[in-house]
Every structure is written in C-alpha cells, then in structure tokens.
C-alpha cells in the first residue's frame, strides 16, 4: 500500500501536553518537517523556553536543552559557538522573549548571533495561567488587566518584529500566523527560510507565528482562530520584515 | 613546570584555563577582574578559541551553560555584584549537571560596595550559590600559583562529578604579581557520551533539563546528586597549615588573608606566642574533620576574614563546641595587616593566662 502521510521523523512519539485547539503543536510540527525535509536533524540542537513549551525537549526528535525564563538565546549562543556546524534553535514565548529576555534577545540579535529563533505570540503569558503578556493587546482582558490593558498605565505592546526590523545583526524575520491553512503554508515557508538562512550563516533568524491559547483567552479553539484574524493580525500585521546577508564585512573591517 | 614567569594572578588564571583546554570564555566587564578578559580576549582568537561579552552576566553564564551542554569547557569570570546575576544561571547548571567555571574576584559589599579586596561573598558561594538544594566546589587560592593549580584542577574535579566550581579570588590577589609555572602537559577532557552534538540521526536525541514536574522524581534526582556530593566531601578537601605542629593558638584563615595571617603567626611567635595557621583551601567541600582534629591540640582559635564572620560559621561548626572560637574581620575593601593581626592572637594569649 502507498504510504500517502507519515508523521514527520522531527517529531518524537511522545503525546503532548497542549491543551485542546492550541497551537502550539502545529508550530512543533512545522519547525520539525522543515527540519527533516532540510536533512538536518541529526545535526540539530534546540533550547526550550519557560513557557507551555517546556517540555518541547520530550517531543522535538533531536538534542535538546532547556533554558532558564528569557535566556535561550543566550543558551543558544553558548551551542552555537562550540558548534557552529551545527543548527541551533529556540523556541520561546512572547513573555520568554519579549519581558524577562528582552535583552537577550535584542542581543543575540546585534550579534548576528547565527542562530534560528521561533517566536510564538499568542498575547498571553499561557503556563502561568493567563496574565498580561508582552504583547497582550490594547484593552484585551488577562488575568492581570482584568479591566482590559490600559496602555496608559501597562504601557503598549512589544512589536518584536517591528523592533528587530532595525536591528543590523538581523539576517531574517517574519511575522506568520497558523490560523487558516493558507497561514500555516506560509509559516512553514517562513521557518524553512529561516533554517536555510542559518545554514547559509547569514546571520540571526526570526518567525515570529500568532499562536492561539484558547484556554486563557477562554474562547473555543474555533473562536480562538477567529481572534487571531480579527483582533491580532491587524495590531500585528504579517509579513516579511527582514532578509538579507548581514555577515557580509563592510569594506575596511579587518577581521 | 620548570619555566617561571612573572604574572598578575588574574592574568595566570586566566592562562592555566587556557592550558587547561579552555577554549569558551564569556564575561562582562568589571573591576577587579577586568584583567581576565582583557587578557582572553587576546589570547583567544590566536588559538581558535571563543571571547565573548555578554551583553550581562546573566547572558554570559548562560552562554556557559549552552557552551557546557555542547561539551566544551567552559568558564566565566566576575566579580561580586556580577556574581549575584549569575547566581540564577548557576543553579540552572548545577541542575542540569554540567561542569562550568565560574570566578569570582571578590570586593567589598554589599550593594555596589566598593572595588577594594574582600572575601564577604563566602555565605553566597557556600551556602546559596544560587536558589535550591544545591552545591557549587569552591576553592580558594592564596596565591598566584595556586591560582594557576587550582583552575586546572576545578576544570577536571567539576568534570568528574559533573557539578560547576567557583574559584574564589579576592582583588589583592587578582593584582599581585608573583612567579608562576604551569604543567607542562593538562590531560584532554574525557569524552562527554551526554553532550548535546546532534544525533547524527545514530543515537537517541540527548536531553539536559532541569525540570522534574513529579516531586518523587525530583526528589530522587536530588539525592542522587547528593550522593555525588558525598563522594567530593570525601575525596576532594584540600587545606594546608602552618607551623601547627608545637601550636597553642590556631589562626583560621583563607585566600588573601591566610596569607597575612601567616606573617601575623611569625610575629606572634617572635614575641613568644606559639601561633599556627589552619588555611582551608577547598571551601566547599569544607574540611571540617581535618579542622576538628588539629583544633584538639590548640587552646584557642581564631578565624580572620575580609568580612564581618562568614566563614566562621564553620570554624565552629567543625570545632563543635571543643574550644572557644573568636574572631576578627575587616570589610569594605580594608586589607588587615600581619601586625593588627599577631596583636589579636597575643591578646588571645593574655586573655587566656
Ligand atoms: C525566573 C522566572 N520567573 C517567572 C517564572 C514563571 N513563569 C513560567 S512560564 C511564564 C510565562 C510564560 O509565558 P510565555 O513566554 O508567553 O509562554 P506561553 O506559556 O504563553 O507559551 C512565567 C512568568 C519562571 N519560571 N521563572
Ligand atoms: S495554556 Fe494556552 S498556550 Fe498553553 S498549552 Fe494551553 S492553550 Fe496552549
């Protein structure tokens, strides 16, 4: 019998602990076909976050350390300078990223730090059970705004590729959502260039993907995809914010 | 090793890392410890190795810990204020099991304290270098050649039990020249089965984490690290002393002062004081029996530290009660000086005749 679909090899057997309608495990799906079809598996190392994906190490097929709250990047810097043949990547939250490893982040970043960062955005601080992420929208309700985000006192949201986008160690970033099948063919786009870009050296990587957390927004996971498009991809608009060769030396530099 | 040359401590320790094998360096500035990197970022790029500044200690030591789980020997080097962002990223390696290097050229505190020599991070680097039931090896050099010995062997001791060490400096001696050698050949790391190299699609994926989320698994985990640090408390005290043999006063003292401590000990006997020095040199693990044994031939005992009285605290845990225990201690960046010092232990004499 012709095999039609497999599971992809990226991924271990292990069952997740996502909760229902999230998509966190399409986003593991996705960074791990591009890692098979890319044939870089066994020469692959990733750095979890503190965050719902904490556990990515029981379910990403390859080498796997976990990082302390906010400092993958740094983590993965530490890999990728013992190993620079090797492909290094995180996979963090948006408070992971973007509260308490800001600077980590921005720096790995100035760095052109060759590595390959995931960035799930789903406005929300999700394993702590829903307070005011980062990125939480203008009056959107948390178990920490309770009365809806009032930017004039918790200040506005992070725009992390909006940010990045003039950072010069920045060889490539994207901003993709996995909330319709056409989103999600364009994420798995995005991640797969991203990893070439990282095989090419070309410097630091970024997607950043809208992701739902049904459970703290207390929607239904259909209701969730519908907030994705209605309320975070106009504050959050998606597209392409950076590709380019940022290790190119300028002339003159002697290194 | 018959080579001599005339280093700075920091630039000595700083060069035996290297001959250790060191090739992962990543630091961020601050006095008095500046003399490290200064001198890695020189050497390193010469002999294909890794200087890099972090943009905080809190990136470098973790840079260290994605270093340590590729398998490299890693290092960090830091001072006080410094050394309290990395306590985070210590205890994350500390739990994950991997080896590192951290030093700390401790000045005066708290706070932003001061940059004088001090020893008043002792309670952080052996009671809580970071947060949960864990340890750290900490040895404590006295001088700059010591220095150069005991980076090599906290380099081979952390790899051997997988744990990270601290090597506790104080600025005198991170600016004090003297001669030093080196070994002439440091033996290769051993091969690390554990370390995250990629799969290479032949083995099953390597995982370093720290997070047990069933208390019973965390729990044994915990006691089975426990049980490592068994072994170092039996194989691996180290301590020295000093004209103890005849000796009826025992100066207890470490690092930079033990060295003052022992002019301190020759003043006294010129006066007629038969004075010893006890200097731990391993300060986790402590050397608490070898301390009790040699504190039942002396009548008194006195601890001399850069601080308020840290490492007292186990000067009378170990002495348990045998004979009385004082101290005395300067802070903020003074050094004391063998004459303050040999006035202590002569009052010790008068008070006790
Ligand atoms: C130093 C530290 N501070 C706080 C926490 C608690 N904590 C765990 S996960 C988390 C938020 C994670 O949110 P995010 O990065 O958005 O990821 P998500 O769970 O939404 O996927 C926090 C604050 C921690 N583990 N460590
Ligand atoms: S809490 Fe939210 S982000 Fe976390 S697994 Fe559940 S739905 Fe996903």
Known sequence: MAVIFQKTKGLTDCETHYCPGCTHGIVHRLVAECLEELGVLGKTVGVCPVGCAVMAYDY???????????????????????????????YQGDGDLAAIGTAETIHAATRGENITVIFINNAIYGMTGGQMAPTTLPGQVTQTTPYGRDTGYSGFPVKVCELLQNVDG?????????????????????I?????????????????????????????????LGWVEEKMIPYYPLGNFADRDVHRKPEGENV | MSQKYLMKGNEALAEAAIRAHCRHFFGYPITPQTEVAAYMAKRMPKIGGTYLQAESEVAAINMVLGAASAGARAMTSSSSPGISLKTEGISYIAA??????????????PGLGGI???QSDYWQATRAPGHGDAQLLVYAPSSVQEMVDLVIRAFETGEKYRCPAMLLADGMLGQMMEPVSFPDEIALPASKPWALTGT???RRPNIINSLYLTPSQLEEIVRKRFERYELIKQNEVLWDSYRLEDAEYMVVAYGATARICKAAVEIAREMGVKAGLFRPVTLWPYPTSQLA????????ILCVEMSMGQMVDDVRLAVNGTCPVSFYGRTGGIVPTPEEIAQQITALAAAKA
Do not use: Y
């Open chain 1, 60 to 90: 990403f097929n390859c080498d796997m350390v976990e990082a302390p709250h906010g400092r993958a990047p740094a983590v993965a810097t530490g890999i990728k300078r013992v190993q620079p043949g090797n492909v290094v990547f995180t």
């Open chain 2, 116 to 118: 004088q020599p001090s």
């Open chain 2, 96 to 109: 994950s099991d991997l080896p590192a290097l951290i030093i700390n050229v401790m000045r005066g505190g």
């Open chain 2, 293 to 300: 044994e040699c504190a039942k031939k002396v009548s008194r």
């Open chain 1, 170 to 190: 920045v060889a490539f970033a994207e901003r993709t959502a996995v909330n319709t099948v056409a989103h999600i063919r364009q994420a798995k786009a995005a």
């Open chain 2, 200 to 202: 290479g699609e032949k």
């Open chain 1, 192 to 224: 797969k260039k991203a990893f070439t870009c990282q095989l090419e050296g070309r410097g630091f990587s970024i997607v950043e993907v809208l992701s739902t957390c049904p459970t703290n927004w207390g929607m239904t996971p259909v209701e969730a």
